[in-house]
Structure formats: C-alpha cells, structure tokens
C-alpha cells in the first residue's frame, strides 16, 4: 500500500484526536479547500484511513456538490441574470434542507440514510441529481465520523456595511491583480445576492465539531492566483487520460473567475463564524458540544469598517468548531508548507 500523503496524516491525527476528546458521535468533520488543492483526493484517502484497520471507524463521506439543487431548479436559478449562478457551484445553488434533513438523521443514528448524488454529465455537462430510489450509497447506523467536503464549506454570510466596503477595497484590488475587467463577474447587487443565499448554509455548518482548511501558501501574488493553475492542471490531466474531453484553457480561467469573489468576501467565515448582525440569520446559543438553548441576538455594530482601520475581526457568533480548526498551508505543487490551530 503506497504511503499516505503528509497532509492526511496530519489531518488523521487532528480527527483521531479530536474523536477521542469528544463524547459526540458521530464527529462531524468539514474540510475546505480551494478548486484544485486536491480536497476531494484528501477526502477520499482520509475516508479510506479512517476507515481501515487498526481504526476501522465508521465514516460516513458527503460532498457539497452531492447537495446541488435538480437541474430544472438550476437552470431557473441561471435566468435570474446573475452572472454567478451561471453555472452550479456558488452558495444558492445548493439543497441546503436536503443537508440538513441528511445531518440530522445521521447524528441521531436511529436508521439508515442514503447519500444523494449529483451526475455533472447530464444535460451536456449541466447535471441533474439522481433519484433517491436506493440505488445509491446508503449509510447503516451508527456513524462515528461523518465528513462533509467542498469549497465554500464553512463560509459565511456578512453585513451589508462590510460587503460594500469589501467591494470598494479587498475585491477593486483584487479584480486588478487577477485582471478581471469591471463588473465581469456582476455588479454589488449580484454578491449580495450570493450573500442572502449563504444565511441558509448557517444552519448546516452548525452541525460540524471539527474543521480542515486547506489554503494556498501567501506570496507576492494575488493569494487566488495558484488556484487558476491548479484548476487547470486537474484539467489538463484529466483531458490526457478521456481523450482530450474537457474544457479550453480560457474555460477554465471562466469557470475560476466566477468562484473568486466567494473567497474575497465570505471566506473569513471558516475562522470568524458571523460577524456583526447579518439580518436574516437566526443562530442557536451555545456552549462548544452544548446543545442549543435559545436564540441569540446579535448586536448591531456601531460603525461600519474602513478601508484603514486595522483591528481584528470579532466574532458575535463563533463557528461551532471554534478551538478545533486545523488549517494546512500548501505549496503549488500541493506539499505542506505550513500548520496553523484555530
């Protein structure tokens, strides 16, 4: 058996680790990482890990992309004009429901769950959802892990007041240093859009107990720039095995254009959770590992932030896996670079 990759290793420990401090079962596991990073391949090895001797725990493995809304709904979702929902992917396209009635049934064990699935080459390459009839994976109970991957898992929705001061400051600086022409990917009413869809994926990143970031090692650069050169190798190396079946070079840099701004503006969520009173959202009061008590209210901030103000972000509503957040700093050529705790 080949050896596993330093990054699962590492993330084996930090799960075993963490399954053996807490008395939840199942642990609920999210891993992000950008289009590219290899957190699919990640997910699949760590699954496969945990799941073999001397372990032998029982994992239940989902990706968000099983959770993509049917292909008539994505399609509806597309005539809205807004760029971003041109194609599946961004927050919004996604049956977040479906999420959380799968979730709630696996943490409470009591019967066995089939995992929907999600066929990218139907409807040439739009893809449709398969029925649910039994014909796909399905979970038997108890479940001691359950593991969610993708790439917008964990972001969260902000306020209005940091969205537009993002949009004049972080997103100007970054459509310049990507090259992404003024209002390519939409005007401010468009991410705002993105942004009240994600206030739903609230309830489902409160089941996970546990987080795994994967994220490019900074540079020089704009710090999205290597995922267009990952996303293109993953390309490039599939066409070389199907015949050349895929996307042009120049698809590929459209298909990565439309998931930057989801990083620029929400991404800080995965170490923040909420901050500020995001309107819409309702978030349970808890202790970490408590169950929820009430509803809390969040206070709205006194001042909007600006472009020089240099404080820290603070949390009104830490994520739920706060304190047990593990974040790999990876290199272009995907090694290990670098740990962080959060």
């Known amino acids: 058996m080949a050896p596993l990759p330093k990054s699962v290793e590492i993330i084996a420990e930090h799960v075993l680790t963490q399954l053996t401090n807490s008395k939840n079962r199942p642990l609920f596991v999210a891993l992000q990482g950008p289009q590219g990073s290899g957190k699919s391949y990640t997910a699949d090895l760590l699954a496969a890990h945990l799941s073999a001797p001397p372990h032998a725990l029982r994992v239940a493995q989902l990706s968000i992309d099983d959770l993509y809304l049917p292909h008539d709904a994505l399609v509806a979702l597309a005539k809205t004009g807004n760029p971003l929902w041109r194609g599946r992917g961004q927050p919004g396209t996604?049956?977040?429901?479906?999420?959380?009635?799968?979730?709630?049934?696996?943490?409470?064990?009591?019967?066995?769950?089939?995992?929907?699935?999600?066929?990218?080459?139907?409807?040439?390459?739009?893809?449709?959802?398969?029925?649910?009839?039994?014909?796909?994976?399905?979970?038997?109970?108890?479940?001691?892990?359950?593991?969610?991957?993708?790439?917008?898992?964990?972001?969260?929705?902000?306020?209005?007041?940091?969205?537009?001061?993002?949009?004049?400051?972080?997103?100007?600086?970054?459509?310049?240093?990507?090259?992404?022409?003024?209002?390519?990917?939409?005007?401010?009413?468009?991410?705002?859009?993105?942004?009240?869809?994600?206030?739903?994926?609230?309830?489902?990143?409160?089941?996970?107990?546990?987080?795994?970031?994967?994220?490019?090692?900074?540079?020089?650069?704009?710090?999205?720039?290597?995922?267009?050169?990952?996303?293109?190798?993953?390309?490039?190396n599939m066409k070389a095995k199907n015949g050349g079946k895929g996307m042009t070079d120049e698809a590929v840099k459209k298909f990565v254009d439309r998931y930057i701004p989801g990083y620029v503006f929400f991404s800080d969520g995965v170490t923040d959770g909420l901050v500020g009173r995001v309107e819409g959202v309702d978030v349970p009061l808890k202790a970490d590992n408590a169950p929820a008590k009430a509803t809390e209210t969040l206070p709205t901030p006194t001042d909007a932030p600006s472009e020089d103000d240099d404080k820290p972000r603070q949390p009104t509503h830490p994520p739920s896996w706060r304190g047990r957040g593990l974040r790999l700093i990876i290199a272009p050529d995907r090694s290990v670079v670098g740990m962080e705790h959060f």
């Open 94 to 236: 996604h049956d977040v429901e479906l999420g959380v009635q799968l979730l709630t049934k696996l943490k409470e064990g009591k019967e066995k769950v089939e995992l929907p699935r999600f066929e990218k080459s139907l409807f040439n390459g739009e893809g449709d959802r398969l029925p649910m009839d039994g014909t796909g994976p399905v979970v038997q109970p108890p479940v001691d892990v359950v593991l969610l991957e993708g790439w917008c898992t964990g972001f969260y929705p902000i306020t209005i007041e940091e969205l537009e001061q993002r949009w004049d400051s972080h997103w100007r600086e970054e459509r310049v240093r990507l090259g992404l022409e003024d209002n390519e990917l939409g005007t401010m009413d468009h991410v705002i859009a993105i942004n009240d869809a994600l206030k739903k994926y609230v309830k489902l990143w409160e089941f996970f107990d546990v987080f795994v970031q994967l994220v490019p090692a900074p540079t020089e650069a704009s710090p999205y720039a290597v995922i267009y050169k990952w996303r293109l190798e993953q390309e490039h």
